[in-house]
């Protein structure tokens, strides 16, 4: 059974740092293409990165450019999520995903149960 | 980046209703389109990928259609777990995006 265990959240103060941490297992992790996607209390849904199999190609969505770093670990089966300069706006639950296989044309199949981020002073 | 908007944002139906939920892209998606499903402080599930293609182990009573700019997620029958919150999703190019999501209340 597929398994994403997302950690990391809590309370940090407007430009602080975190780093969110994604534990998986029932998977060849190594195989699959990895995002995060992140929700802001009462509100959609907003893909924020994604991070190719080997951990080699990254997208960012404009609004964390910059800021946030995707990276992973495959020998740990672990994917992260750097969050730098963080902003009030950046407060959310942020959901670890697994691509089927590649992202790009494809689906997001599996989804962690999230942690949340709260940016505030 | 492609825009994705849903109608209606909000839906009041009783268990038994066919109920239709229509996503409309900015630009052609062919049929790069996901459609979730989310209950209140859970995650998103996944119900179809490609547009029309049935994600394992949900429900034949969901259905999707369309490619291009116009989709449709149906549910023929609702019963009283499939009340909550819709998102489609295009993966036609990056940035992904998804729509505002459509409300499936009682």
């Known amino acids: 059974e597929v398994q994403l265990l997302d950690s990391g959240g809590g309370l940090v103060q407007p430009g602080g740092s975190l780093r969110l941490s994604c534990a998986a297992s029932g998977f060849t992790f190594s195989d699959y293409s990895m995002v995060w996607v992140r929700q802001a209390p009462g509100k959609g849904l907003e893909w924020v990165s994604a991070l190719s199999s080997r951990g080699d190609v990254a997208y960012y969505a404009y609004s964390v450019k910059g800021r946030f770093t995707i990276s992973r670990d495959n020998s740990k089966n672990t994917l992260y999520l750097q969050l730098n300069s963080l902003r009030a706006e950046d407060t959310a639950v942020y959901y670890c995903?697994?691509?089927?296989?590649?992202?790009?044309?494809?689906?997001?199949?599996?989804w962690g149960q999230g942690t949340l981020v709260t940016v505030s002073s | 980046d492609i825009q994705l908007t849903q109608s209606p944002s909000y839906l009041s139906a009783s268990v038994g209703d066919r109920v239709t939920v229509t996503c409309r892209a900015s630009q052609g998606i062919s049929s790069f389109l996901a459609w979730y499903q989310q209950k209140p402080g859970k995650a998103p599930k996944l119900l179809i990928y490609?547009?029309?293609t049935l994600q394992s182990g949900v429900p034949s009573r969901f259905s999707g259609s369309g490619s291009g700019t116009e989709f449709t997620l149906t549910i023929s029958s609702l019963q009283p777990e499939d009340f909550a919150t819709y998102y489609c999703q295009q993966l036609d190019t990056y940035p992904f995006t998804f729509g505002p999501g459509t409300k499936v209340d009682i």
């Open positions: 995903v697994k691509c089927y296989g590649r992202c790009l044309k494809n689906h997001f199949d599996h």
């Open positions: 490609a547009a029309s």
